[in-house]
C-alpha cells in the first residue's frame, strides 16, 4: 500500500490513509486521489503507475 502527495503543517501525517482531512490531498496505489475524504479523480486503469516510475 502506498500514496504521494502533498499536505499542509496541520495535517494528521498519523491517520492513514492521507487524504481524509481538508489538509492533503494524496494519490493512492489504485490510482484514486482524495482529498477531505472525497474522491477527486482517478486515473484511467492502464495508466497506474508501477514500481521505477518517477511521479
Partial sequence: VW?????????????IPMGRDPH??????????????????RLPANSLPQEGDIV
Fill in 3 to 15: 500514496g504521494v502527495g502533498v499536505a499542509t503543517q496541520k495535517a494528521n501525517l498519523n491517520q
Fill in 24 to 41: 492533503s490531498l494524496v494519490l493512492r496505489q489504485d490510482g484514486t486521489v482524495y482529498h477531505n475524504n472525497e474522491e477527486k479523480n
